[in-house]
């Protein structure tokens, strides 16, 4: 009877040991492994239309995600458009659950409203979690009718000149600041739908002047220069470690602005000016591309997406292919990420200001205030 009795209390005692385990895997989001993404799905939200650049890049980068998180999950990009990008953001952080599988894939279009504080933001970018970045540049050109064949005559065109843009709270707010930094006079027009639209817009005359992001440039602008209907000027740059402007990796034989300024001023920029644009260029280019996780994710989900960025960002396949993709530059995973975001986030206000006058005296943009 005894003998019974133990061999009873020992089966209830395996029984709940089973019982444990199995919601304690239950509880970590995971499989019969306990991997938290194991048979599950990740969502990543696109707050544009499908077909632009930040839709390809994640698509792009969809598949290596998932390959590279334990666990394997199906990764699902979803496209939330509207707003220049505020809209699907705005939905990442009030309406999706806080669980860990669910991710945003912002551009330099959803960072810069928040830092110019458009009251239309609901997001907090230091309440959200970073786990990888990738730069993205641009380069100036304008067409030969202007005259201009060189930065030195970029003060001195012969026809006045016009930019076709988007928007000036975008990262138009980049080449904007550019102009205005290098004393060039240039007429924006702005409302295009989209950079594709803007170099249309060029090609046609309407404008002289335009930009354009690695890819759409080597695609789209070079063969433009080849055949003698642009003229490459410069680059915006890119930020180092230290938040100095450097000459752009992916243009290396174009000057930066910082380049540019030295030629036509023969000093090199200081001043609320210049403050004002590497910051600008920090939201817009320097960490272009950002996925994110909610602030208060689950550790598991966060640790096992960091480890897969790590993972991206070794990737000989991903690297090769993404030469073309990005340009040449390489994924921003990490401490040095962290850093990147909290230069965007810890804009002086003396520079917020700043920019908030120029938008409203130079832009007629007064919602911000």
Not at 314 to 338: C, V
Request: charged residues 20%.
């Amino acid at each position: 009877m005894k003998t019974k009795k133990m061999f009873s209390a020992f089966f209830s005692l395996i029984l709940v040991v089973i019982i444990m385990v199995g919601c304690s895997q239950g509880a970590s989001g995971g499989g019969k492994s306990g991997l938290f993404y194991e048979g599950e799905t990740l969502e990543v939200i696109v707050p544009f239309e499908a077909g632009g650049g930040t839709d390809t890049f994640g698509r792009f980068l969809a598949s290596y995600i998932g390959k590279h998180t334990e666990g394997e999950p199906g990764i699902q990009v979803v496209n939330i458009p509207g707003g220049g990008s505020v809209n699907g953001a705005n939905e990442f952080v009030k309406v999706r659950e806080h669980d860990g599988y669910t991710a945003l894939l912002t551009s330099g279009s959803t960072h810069l409203p928040y830092l110019l504080g458009d009251p239309a933001v609901q997001y907090d970018l230091k309440e959200m979690k970073p786990l990888l970045a990738a730069p993205q540049g641009g380069a100036v050109y304008v067409s030969p009718s202007t005259g201009i064949e060189s930065v030195e005559d970029i003060l001195n065109p012969k026809e006045p000149l016009v930019y076709a843009g988007i928007s000036a709270t975008g990262n138009d707010l980049v080449t904007l600041l550019s102009f205005k930094l290098l004393g060039t006079d240039v007429q924006a027009i702005l409302g295009y739908e989209g950079r594709g639209p803007s170099r249309v817009a060029f090609e046609q005359g309407e404008s002289n002047i335009d930009y354009q992001t690695v890819s759409a440039y080597q695609s789209n602008v070079v063969p433009l220069i080849n055949d003698g209907k642009a003229i490459p000027l410069y680059s915006f740059g890119m930020l180092d470690e230290k938040g100095d402007v450097i000459r752009d990796p992916a243009f290396p034989d174009l000057p930066s602005v910082k380049e540019v300024y030295m030629e036509i001023h023969g000093e090199e920029p200081s001043g609320i000016e210049w403050d004002a644009y590497k910051v600008a260029l920090g939201a817009g280019f320097s960490v272009q591309k950002v996925l994110w996780l909610h602030h208060d994710a689950p550790q598991e989900a966060v640790d096992a997406l960091a480890k897969a960025a790590e993972g991206v960002k070794t990737d000989e396949e991903f690297n090769e292919k993404a030469a073309e993709e990005l340009g040449g530059y390489e994924l921003i995973t990490g401490a040095q990420l962290e850093g990147a975001i909290e230069t965007i986030t810890s804009a002086s206000d003396e520079v917020l200001d700043w920019l908030l006058t120029y938008l409203e005296e130079e832009q007629g943009i007064t919602r911000l205030n």
